[in-house]
């Protein structure tokens, strides 16, 4: 095998793997209760300290605002969230995760971490750290060519 081929066959490892997680994690969230755009607002939400107005949150997650907007809004209907008029600018509305959402939120992060167990959870600590090294290399040759 030569070194065009073992680079091919490295590549469609680490994009499988990637695809094996993301699917996983979506099958296994879905248990929520809680739609994907609706999952990961609610997650940036709970993780952030300053609430995002709807233009950031659709930056952030490059979908749009219109997108936002109806996600926030089946979120509040479900009672995940709860929006506030902000008393300085009507035109804002402070988003606060209820306690319904915080359980989803922490519901998430059980799932998480056990798919993250399951993903990683036969590897040595040695392993570990040279998958880390060796996924840093990989990075680091990723940062010296972007642009």
Do not use: W
């Not at 509305?93 to 036969?122: H, M, P, Q, W, Y």
């Amino acid at each position: 095998m030569d070194k065009k081929t073992d680079v091919r066959e490295l590549k469609s490892k680490f994009m499988h793997i990637n695809r094996m997680h993301h699917k996983l994690a979506e099958k296994m969230l879905i248990t929520t209760g809680v739609h994907r755009n609706q999952h990961m607002l609610l997650m940036h939400l709970y993780r952030t300290n300053e609430v995002p107005s709807q233009k950031e949150l659709a930056n952030c997650f490059r979908i749009s605002p219109a997108a936002v907007a109806v996600s926030l809004k089946k979120l509040e209907n479900e009672g995940y969230i709860s929006r506030n008029t902000s008393e300085n600018d009507s035109r804002y509305n402070k988003i606060t995760i209820t306690a319904k959402g915080k359980g989803v939120v922490e519901k998430s992060r059980e799932i998480l971490d056990g798919l993250d167990e399951r993903s990683f959870g036969n590897l040595s600590s040695e392993e570990k750290e040279i998958l880390g090294v060796l996924l840093d290399k990989v990075i680091d040759n990723l940062k010296e060519g972007s642009i």
